[in-house]
């Protein structure tokens, strides 16, 4: 609370929820628990004891979403993670460290990181998960278990870090069992007798003689690729790079297997903490690394790098066998227009929808976006000049730009919202400016400043402003929609 409240950051608070029909405390925070306030405490009675003690309700659901969400910025230093409520996160760092020069330098990364964020964390490392776990809460000493000695880290520690239940612990009080040193000898039928199964399986996990599974909090993909970057990426050429290895990984596995993907999700680890995602569906199963990549290009001016992307990873979670005939189409001996059954099915087509509304058009030599292509004549007629793909363009392109009213924050700025035909749409997200100059040598008169933008409802348009900004008869206009 104290992220979105740093009023309260010097106020002992607690967080309080209602539990067998009394209001008990569920969270407090470390001033909190300095006065002796510990979690499961009756909430009046604390309030009573301690004067000025903040108190709020808690959200029912609120830790497991907080801890997710840290489990997912995780990913970037470990593929498997379990969430561990109400207040834990469970790592399996086998064979990550190294990349972060060592396990000691690993962890400090990991809990420096989590600090800075603004929480209070405490890490260990051992061979299991009980010990770690143990040692992350109760430990003093050393947070890094050597391999083989869960044991010794474990004998001065209280019966509580063996996740033991409060009745359990309660009866392990009454008897003088304080710490795990004074019951880890005795005989195990004698301790199954008087505490029951799960007390010698919690010991037994946390020493290593039984499996503890993890229940991950995202499952690994069946298909899935993973790109770190050695360092933070931050432009469209190393983003398309990125994009391009992990499909050329992920295609030859689909390549050799027979299958190809409809489904594919990219996700971008960024350092500031957030993860930016682009997704891309295919009509029938596909290996084709070309013809997939040029889906994802078109939403590579969608992915914002901000301070730099550290960490690429690519899953296709849809996955269909593929067949060889469909391949054919992409590749350069297949379908292609001097093919006669790409004619006849025009000709199919035309029948039905009419010849007039199907069209093939060419570049041409022009830098106004509508003066930029013609119309082709026939499927024979070749092209002059290449397609321009060095910035995006709208998939619909206006005959004629329209005008549309504009505010921006500086007269220099993509516009913070514009109206056009009457309907207000408030822009989140927008490209920097792409100048066009006119030809020079075909006619005069003023430039223009394109940005591709984004609206409150994902909705992308392409508009621009004509001259700058203080020229006499400045105006924006609207040019045309994307996909």
Not at 335 to 354: H, I, P, Q
């Amino acid at each position: 609370m104290t992220i979105r409240q740093p009023e309260l950051k010097d106020v002992p608070f607690i967080l309080v929820a209602s539990e067998r029909n009394h209001m008990v405390v569920t969270a407090a925070n470390s001033l909190a628990e300095a006065q002796g306030i510990t979690v499961g405490m009756a909430a009046a009675d604390v309030k009573a004891a301690i004067p000025g003690l903040q108190v709020f309700d808690a959200q029912p659901g609120q830790s497991a979403k907080i801890l997710k969400q840290a489990g997912e910025w995780c990913i970037r230093y470990s593929p498997l993670i379990s969430v561990d409520l109400p207040q834990g996160l469970i790592l399996d760092i086998s064979g990550c460290a190294h990349l972060w020069g060592g396990e000691r330098a690993y962890l400090k990364e990991i809990v420096n990181r989590i600090r800075s964020k603004g929480y209070d964390v405490r890490g260990a490392m051992a061979d299991t998960v009980g010990t770690a776990w143990a040692v992350a809460r109760f430990g003093r000493i050393k947070p890094i278990i050597e391999p083989g000695d869960q044991a010794n880290a474990l004998l001065p520690l209280p019966p509580a870090a063996l996740r033991l239940e409060p009745l359990i612990l309660e009866r392990l009080q009454k008897l003088g069992f304080y710490t795990i040193k004074s019951f880890i000898n005795l005989k195990r039928s004698a301790v199954r007798r008087r505490f029951g199964d799960n007390f010698l399986l919690r010991l037994d996990q946390a020493l290593g003689n039984e499996n503890e599974p993890l229940q991950v909090l995202h499952p690994a993909e069946p298909y899935n690729e993973r790109l770190p970057c050695l360092e933070p990426v931050r432009t469209a050429t190393a983003i398309e790079l990125g994009i391009k290895t992990l499909l050329s990984n992920l295609c030859k596995r689909l390549q050799a297997e027979g299958k190809g993907l409809r489904t594919a999700v990219l996700k971008c680890y960024r350092l500031d903490g957030k993860i930016v995602d682009a997704t891309i569906g295919t009509n029938r199963a596909s290996h084709n690394i070309n013809h997939l990549f040029k889906l994802f290009e078109l939403k590579i001016p969608l992915i914002e790098p901000d301070l730099g992307i550290e960490l690429f990873t690519l899953e296709a979670p849809k996955v269909e066998e593929v067949s060889p005939d469909q391949e054919i189409l992409w590749s350069p001996e297949g379908c292609g227009l001097a093919d006669t059954s790409l004619a006849e099915l025009l000709d199919r087509l035309a029948n039905k929808v009419g010849a007039g509304n199907i069209r093939r058009y060419l570049p041409q030599e022009r830098y106004w976006p509508e003066q930029s292509i013609k119309k082709a004549g026939s499927l024979a007629e070749k092209p002059t000049t290449t397609w321009r793909t060095g910035r995006p363009r709208p998939s619909l392109l206006l005959p004629r730009p329209e005008k549309i009213e504009v505010t921006a924050l500086l007269p220099d700025n993509p516009p913070m919202l514009f109206i056009y035909k009457g309907e207000r749409h408030t822009i989140k997200k927008a490209d920097d400016a792409e100048r066009i100059e006119r030809e020079w040598w075909l006619d005069t008169g003023p430039h223009r400043d394109y940005y591709v933008v984004e609206d409150h409802e994902g909705r992308r348009y392409w508009l621009f402003r004509s001259g700058h900004y203080s020229d006499e008869g400045s105006q924006w206009y609207i040019h045309g929609f994307f996909a």
